[in-house]
Each structure stands twice: as structure tokens, then as C-alpha cells.
């Protein structure tokens, strides 16, 4: 049985497949910087009509790290938005190094606008955001991000 709730690989016996995780993970040195420099914005939109469509299903982003140390990360971000407006965002933190994660839900109302998504936090999270997005075929940039289309 492993010893914690997310079993983690021992990554030392795979050193050239974390290394190839991490050359996949890189783009261009532009890990975590938008395209555009906007991280959205938040205020009143004009409601779109075929965007939600675009956005519906569930969308994952995984960042790996590799710190001076030696000592393997990642970070992902799922986020989830259902035909019916709702959606939720799972955040896992991982370190590989020490055998450790942790995870998040956070749960959420969506709604498309004509160029953005306004993105509402349901309690005990709060908060409405607007964020810029596009969807190119399986990929969708949300406030310029990628994120690959894991389920529709």
C-alpha cells in the first residue's frame, strides 16, 4: 500500500524521463508569462452565444519544475466546465523529490462573454474573474495559458 494518497514514482531510478517531461513542459521560457501580458480582467461583458459551446468539457495544464537542488515539482491545474454553467478547478501540487502532494477543488459558475469567460467562485472560495481565452482545436488558452482537452 503506498504511503500516501497520491503514490508518487520513485524518480531516481528515471532520470532521462523526467528530463524529457520537463524539455516537453518548456515553452519557450515563457512558463507561467501570458502571451499577451493579460491575466484577464475583471468587469461587466456583453454575453456571447456560441462560446460555450467551445468550452465545455475538462481542460488540464501541467507545469514541471526542476529546482538548482535537484529536487522535482509539478504543478497542475484541471479545469472543468459542464454544459449547464457550473465548473470546478482541481489544483495538484506535487514534489517528486520528497514524496509528497496535495490537492484543491474549487467550485464555480461560468459564463461566456463575447471575448471572455467570467469565471465566479462558489463558497466557502470567492471572487469573479474575467479571463481572455480562445480554443484551437484540443487546445484551449485561458488568459493565454494552454490547456490540453483531456474529456468532452
Given at each position: 500500500?503506498?504511503?500516501?494518497?497520491?503514490?508518487?514514482?520513485?524518480?531516481?531510478?528515471?532520470?532521462?524521463?523526467?528530463?524529457?517531461?520537463?524539455?516537453?513542459?518548456?515553452?519557450?521560457?515563457?512558463?507561467?508569462?501570458?502571451?499577451?501580458?493579460?491575466?484577464?480582467?475583471?468587469?461587466?461583458?456583453?454575453?456571447?452565444?456560441?462560446?460555450?459551446?467551445?468550452?465545455?468539457?475538462?481542460w488540464r495544464r501541467i507545469l514541471y519544475f526542476l529546482?538548482?537542488?535537484?529536487?522535482?515539482?509539478?504543478?497542475?491545474?484541471?479545469?472543468?466546465?459542464n454544459a449547464d454553467g457550473t465548473a470546478s478547478r482541481?489544483?495538484?501540487?506535487?514534489?517528486?523529490?520528497?514524496?509528497?502532494?496535495?490537492?484543491?477543488?474549487?467550485?464555480?459558475?461560468?459564463?461566456?462573454?463575447?471575448?471572455?469567460?467570467?469565471?465566479?467562485?462558489?463558497?466557502?472560495?470567492?471572487?469573479?474573474?474575467?479571463?481572455?481565452y480562445r480554443v484551437n482545436g484540443d487546445t484551449l488558452?485561458?488568459?493565454?495559458?494552454?490547456?490540453?482537452?483531456?474529456?468532452?
Amino acid at each position: 500500500m503506498p504511503d500516501s494518497l497520491f503514490p508518487i514514482p520513485d524518480l531516481r531510478r528515471w532520470p532521462l524521463s523526467l528530463l524529457l517531461l520537463l524539455v516537453v513542459a518548456c515553452d519557450g521560457g515563457r512558463l507561467g508569462a501570458p502571451v499577451d501580458g493579460t491575466l484577464g480582467t475583471v468587469g461587466p461583458g456583453t454575453t456571447g452565444t456560441t462560446a460555450s459551446s467551445e468550452l465545455v468539457g475538462t481542460w488540464r495544464r501541467i507545469l514541471y519544475f526542476l529546482a538548482e537542488d535537484g529536487s522535482a515539482s509539478s504543478s497542475e491545474t484541471t479545469w472543468r466546465f459542464n454544459a449547464d454553467g457550473t465548473a470546478s478547478r482541481l489544483s495538484v501540487t506535487r514534489n517528486y523529490t520528497a514524496g509528497l502532494a496535495d490537492a484543491q477543488t474549487v467550485d464555480a459558475r461560468w459564463e461566456p462573454l463575447a471575448q471572455t469567460v467570467r469565471i465566479t467562485y462558489l463558497p466557502p472560495s470567492s471572487g469573479t474573474f474575467e479571463f481572455t481565452y480562445r480554443v484551437n482545436g484540443d487546445t484551449l488558452y485561458l488568459a493565454s495559458q494552454p490547456y490540453a482537452r483531456i474529456a468532452r
